[in-house]
């Protein structure tokens, strides 16, 4: 169990109140409700629950758990590597400004809580051409004295939950309806989880069509509450 210190620095880490910016953006759900694709809990669930799964479990939580190891290693090189391959993968020019934005104010927040000459720190903030969010967020649960595993919970409870506020004001929907998504994402997270940790470089992958698409199309969508 983790101590205490690093259990709220967890909570930190996943809480919607972090000043990363994640809240703005939807990730292509904003999209998929102009669409008529989500309208109601069940179509939001269906839609969410395929992007933790095909998503999270297969990329980013993928790329966090190798970079955790990186980090955890000292091996700056290969978490490099691994921030390349995020920007690489990314499908549109909301899914990488989201991605490089959160990641870039992970690592400010980062600095602010850590000796000014940490190495690792120092190396995050002069990746190319910016630190994304799996990658800062695998260094910043290592610092907080995570396990890899439970940093990867942390994260996937993050995004759950910036995801289910989003559905909540797009769809929109009702507070125990977000509520009963919110249990159902935390259920299935454990098992991505899971996934994400026995992914090899070869196993990872990022190719959801569907999302690029409507992420594409958000780019120029008339109305928007979001920034995907």
């Excluded at 190891?69 to 091996?75: D, I, L, T, V, Y």
């Excluded at 290969?78 to 870039?104: F, K, P, V």
């Excluded at 260094?139 to 409870?157: C, E, I, K, P």
Aim: hydrophobic share 50%; with cysteine.
């Amino acid at each position: 169990m983790p101590s205490d210190a690093t259990l709220l620095q967890l909570i930190w880490l996943a809480s919607p109140a972090l000043p990363v910016g994640a809240f703005s953006y939807s990730e292509g759900l904003e999209t998929a409700v102009e669409q008529g694709r989500i309208s109601d809990e069940a179509s939001a669930h269906a839609w969410l629950l395929d992007q933790l799964q095909l998503v999270q479990a297969r990329a980013d939580l993928a790329v966090a758990a190798a970079a955790f190891a990186a980090w955890q290693a000292g091996h700056v090189a290969r978490a490099r590597h691994l921030n390349d391959w995020m920007c690489a993968t990314r499908e549109s020019a909301e899914i990488r400004l989201q991605a490089e934005q959160t990641g870039r104010a992970l690592t400010e927040w980062l600095r602010q809580r850590q000796p000014a000459d940490d190495p690792q720190v120092l190396a995050l903030r002069r990746f190319a051409p910016a630190p994304t969010w799996p990658v800062a967020f695998a260094l910043a649960a290592l610092r907080a004295g995570a396990t890899a595993r439970s940093a990867l919970l942390a994260m996937a409870f993050g995004w759950a939950e910036n995801m289910v506020q989003a559905a909540v004001k797009a769809v929109p929907l009702g507070q125990s309806a977000g509520q009963r998504l919110l249990s159902a994402l935390a259920g299935a997270a454990p098992a991505a989880v899971d996934t994400a940790l026995a992914l090899d470089d070869d196993g990872r992958q990022a190719f959801t069509p569907m999302l690029a698409i409507v992420s594409a199309q958000h780019e120029e969508q008339y109305s928007r509450l979001f920034r995907s």
